[in-house]
């Protein structure tokens, strides 16, 4: 027995979550682009309408919890410019890649447990389909001074 399709946007609604606005770059680049049956996202940050929650580096200033909160809402974020540039998230496919990047104290080594927000998030979605490949950098610094950016690749139909 097979289960019975769930819309992406009423698993985020049954997990208390809503698709926010589109984020607006902050440099000269598109929130998202179709070439084919993919979608590529530029880096999204956790931004709450418009705003940083916070600053600073993880492992300092922010804390790996908050951190990993943090990457759950880039993840959302993302899912906003996906849908923004199909229109429907009921036509992602699958999750293809997630690279994250964790603006990190110097001795702060926990980047993957961090970009699990956004990759525990997409399996929430998406199920299976949001199963992907990832890497997840420390840098040194983010724009704006954000803890944390997410970028998605996702197959679409």
């Known amino acids: 027995m097979t289960d019975a399709f769930v819309h992406p946007e ?5 997990l208390g979550l809503t698709l926010p606005g589109v984020a607006a ?3 000269a680049y598109v929130p998202a682009l179709r070439t084919g049956n993919y ?3 530029s880096g999204q940050l956790p931004m709450v309408e418009g705003k940083l929650p916070q600053t600073g580096k993880v492992g300092a200033e922010v804390t790996p919890e908050d951190a990993k909160k943090f990457a759950e809402r880039c ?3 993302a899912l906003a410019a996906v849908k923004a540039e199909i229109g429907d998230l009921a036509l992602v496919r699958r999750v293809v890649k997630v690279v994250g990047f964790v603006a990190s104290d110097p001795g ?3 980047q ?5 927000g956004a990759s525990e998030l997409l399996g929430a979605v998406f199920g299976d389909a949001g199963r992907h490949a990832r890497s997840a950098v420390g840098v040194a610094v983010l724009p704006l001074d954000a803890p944390v950016e997410v970028e998605l690749l996702v197959e679409v139909v």
């Open 75 to 77: 993840a959302l974020n």
């Open 39 to 41: 979608v590529h996202t």
């Open 112 to 116: 993957p447990a961090v970009i699990n």
């Open 10 to 14: 009423d698993r985020l609604a049954q």
């Open 25 to 27: 770059p902050v440099a």
């Open 108 to 110: 702060f080594t926990g």
